[in-house]
């Protein structure tokens, strides 16, 4: 895995570029705006330092891309990649999954139900349990993990990890930048 | 002749199919050459990964993409033909021919229809008819070759007393699919061939060379070697770009069914032995290959690409899982098959197999689709279980690392608890970055980050060897932040430019403490949190701020601290502390 001194070399160009972008674009905004378009601009930075091998990026690509301001800021802060990135069927590829997982879901369900009635008066069990545990909170980090609802366990909890890195660096860059503009304001 | 048939990328037309008319009488003699002309490629092939490159690398293929489509319909068409034909066909002969004459047709570019010839060719042989792909060591990939070498050696009769099982013929017919699988899991999988091939291309001579003296424990190192080839070769064919994957798959599968088939020479009485453990054992992999042989002998007919689509979720996954280890170390790898391997050498990375020496017969497939996985002692047999215990362990795997990423999570044991912390800590971070975010929007009234006046105070200063200029305060914050700084805090020349003050730590102290284990508020609650801390100086708390990059995780806490420079918004401290 690369270093994190790269991740976050790239992640700062990119970053800034993307800012550079939505400060011409708008003239005066108010903080909140500010807030969004920084976060945001952040955001796609650090998706787009991944290049497209993880899910999770190309999930906040495409969410991005959606928006049709946004897309110019995707667009340019993805630089020459950024047909490959939005255009790669991600949106399709996630339709195609949705629909495996939604289909698998029908089926589990109504299995499942054939199974509940066959066994309905059962003893709450120490491991389901802790089944039942696990699943909320997969559950869970599904929905905290950008494009997390299609995945399986096991990618999910890969893309967990590299979220985390990327999300550490990205707070690191940023933290580091906002005490450094504080104190050349200052100064 | 047949010479020429293999090592000239000029294949004429239909000389290979007719050729076999006349030489039917003296089938010997065609296929001895025929084994010959394999000997010589395959030694070619047994060289040093760097000599390999270069024979693969002799265009003696066409590199049409189509090429391995020709091969897989060949293939195909010669499966169908065995079901479809009578049982007084002679099989061994027959299949031969049939496969010779693919092999020659697809150096057209043209139709495939060479079988309705070799077909008139027939010798009436009336062995059994059982699958003549079954080898005694019975493994898809060395149908061609092994039929053609154990023919020439043991003669015709002696390979009545094949397996004769259905499963064979299905997992030739899976073979193409292999093929196919494995050049497209070679453009996926280039960073973990590169890391594997090195290790297989030093396994390789030495297992050749001993399965090669010793029939007993054959089976071992070929299952390894074909592996390695089929690294080595996905590894050239990556490097030569995608035209030549296809057939230069194929060619590891002749090199490594050639390989094998010497095995099964030596090992004739060692066969039932074999099925015997074979069907003991009850293996994941022959429950899997039999429902991916439906599949694939389904979707022969079909494109490669349509074929591609039901085992593109596996690839996904696999990629995915070479991908995700190849952004992690390298030593999930190393993990996974520390834990996989049953004492074997570790050649079986590839596999990810816990197989071990009676792990025989077939070799690994491409990597991708199969995990080979070999039931505990005591356990469960069922595929079902086998898959899912293969899946526990990938996901605990997993979690280890994410054990070791998060910093919480070291004291916990179990799945929940450890999701929990991790929740947590993804929650923890992005609220961070929503805040940093809102900090910066209202450092910055215009979104105009100067960035070369920033990059001139060394913001990428990585593990900055600045003498800690330590600052009265930093023992002291490192004592109520309770834990010890790890590296020498680094700081940037920005930062030393601020005033260290001293400001009593007490105030700081005692609002921090109740603090410390709760979670950042949301950021509504800005305003509500603010009285709780005192104003310090900026300087004060720069000197507790570490600036640089690539610092630890746990010195986090600290650079929280800088939050409560005084702005509004301060700061939530996002204490996860442990």
Request: hydrophobic share 30%.
């Amino acid at each position: 895995m690369r270093p994190p001194i790269l991740l976050k070399q790239e992640f700062l160009k990119k970053w800034i570029m993307g800012l550079q972008r939505c400060n011409s674009s708008k003239k005066n905004m108010s903080i909140l705006e500010r807030k969004k378009a920084i976060k945001l601009s952040a955001d796609v930075a650090m998706a787009s330092a991944r290049n497209g091998t993880t899910c999770w990026s190309r999930a906040i690509i495409a969410n991005a891309s959606k928006d049709g301001c946004d897309k110019h800021l995707v667009e340019q802060i993805l630089g020459p990649e950024s047909e490959r990135l939005i255009g790669k069927k991600v949106s399709t590829g996630a339709l195609v999954r949705n629909k495996r997982i939604r289909s698998k879901k029908i089926l589990k369900r109504s299995c499942g139900i054939r199974r509940t009635r066959k066994c309905a008066p059962r003893v709450a069990l120490a491991s389901s349990i802790a089944e039942w545990l696990v699943r909320k909170r997969t559950q869970v980090l599904k929905s905290l993990i950008p494009g997390g609802e299609f995945m399986n366990e096991v990618c999910l909890i890969e893309e967990t990890l590299d979220y985390i890195i990327s999300l550490r660096a990205q707070v690191d860059v940023m933290r580091s930048l906002a005490s450094a503009s504080e104190l050349v304001n200052h100064n | 002749m047949e010479n020429q048939f293999f090592l000239n990328a000029g294949i004429p037309p239909r000389a290979p199919p007719l050729h076999f008319g006349p030489s039917l009488s003296s089938p010997m003699s065609a296929w001895q050459s025929l084994s010959s002309a394999m000997e010589i490629q395959a030694t070619g092939l047994n060289c040093s990964p760097d000599k390999s490159q270069d024979c693969f690398l002799n265009p003696n293929w066409e590199k049409s993409t189509d090429y391995g489509l020709q091969f897989d319909s060949a293939l195909s068409s010669m499966v169908s033909s065995p079901a479809a034909s009578n049982s007084n066909i002679s099989n061994e002969s027959f299949m031969i021919r049939e496969l010779i004459g693919k092999l020659g047709s697809i150096g057209n570019s043209g139709e495939i229809s060479s079988q309705p010839l070799l077909a008139s060719y027939i010798n009436g042989n009336n062995s059994t008819n059982t699958s003549c792909y079954s080898t005694p060591s019975n493994s898809p990939p060395k149908l061609n070759l092994p039929m053609m070498d154990s023919l020439i050696k043991e003669k015709l009769p002696n390979l009545g007393k094949s397996m004769g099982s259905n499963s064979s013929v299905a997992e030739f017919s899976a073979d193409p699919g292999f093929a196919e699988r494995a050049a497209k899991f070679s453009c996926f999988g280039s960073r973990s061939f590169n890391g594997r091939t090195s290790q297989f291309g030093l396994n390789n001579n030495n297992e050749i060379s001993a399965y090669r003296s010793n029939p007993a424990n054959a089976k071992l190192p070929r299952v390894s070697s074909s592996p390695s080839i089929k690294a080595m070769v996905s590894q050239v064919g990556i490097v030569q770009g995608t035209n030549k994957n296809f057939p230069l798959q194929d060619r590891s599968e002749l090199a490594s069914s050639q390989e094998e088939s010497t095995i099964s020479e030596q090992n004739p009485n060692g066969d039932p032995g074999l099925k015997a453990s074979k069907d003991s054992n009850s293996r994941k992999r022959k429950a899997v290959p039999k429902a991916k042989t439906k599949e694939t002998s389904a979707s022969l007919s079909a494109n490669a690409a349509k074929e591609s689509e039901p085992n593109e979720e596996s690839n996904e996954k696999r990629c995915k899982s070479t991908e995700g280890n190849g952004n992690e170390n390298g030593s999930v790898k190393a993990e996974e098959d520390a834990k996989g391997s049953n004492g074997n050498a570790g050649d079986e990375k590839q596999n990810k197999t816990n197989s071990n020496n009676s792990k025989n017969t077939k070799p690994p497939e491409p990597p991708k689709d199969y995990i080979h996985v070999r039931a505990r002692r005591g356990q469960a047999t069922d595929s079902h279980s086998l898959a899912e215990r293969v899946r526990r362990e990938k996901i605990s795997e997993r979690m280890k690392l994410l054990q070791n990423l998060v910093p919480s999570c070291n004291k916990v044991t179990g799945k929940a608890l450890m999701l929990d912390e991790i929740i947590n800590y993804v929650q923890s971070l992005q609220r961070q970055v929503e805040f940093l975010s809102m900090k910066l929007a209202s450092v910055n009234t215009r979104l105009d980050f100067n960035v070369d006046g920033l990059m001139s105070n060394d913001i990428f200063q990585s593990n900055n060897t600045l003498p800690h200029p330590i600052f009265p305060i930093d023992s002291s914050a490192s004592a109520f932040f309770g834990y010890q700084p790890q590296q020498n805090p680094a700081l940037q020349s920005n930062i030393s430019n601020g005033t260290m003050t001293q400001c009593s730590v007490d105030p700081l102290d005692t609002a921090i403490c109740p603090n410390l284990n709760t979670h950042l508020p949301p950021i509504n609650q800005f305003t509500e949190t603010v009285p709780q801390y005192p104003k310090f100086c900026e300087g004060d708390l720069e000197t507790i701020v570490q600036m640089g990059f690539g610092q630890n995780q746990s010195q986090e806490m600290a650079l929280l601290s800088e939050n409560f420079q005084g702005s509004n918004q301060v700061s939530h401290m996002k204490v996860e502390l442990q």
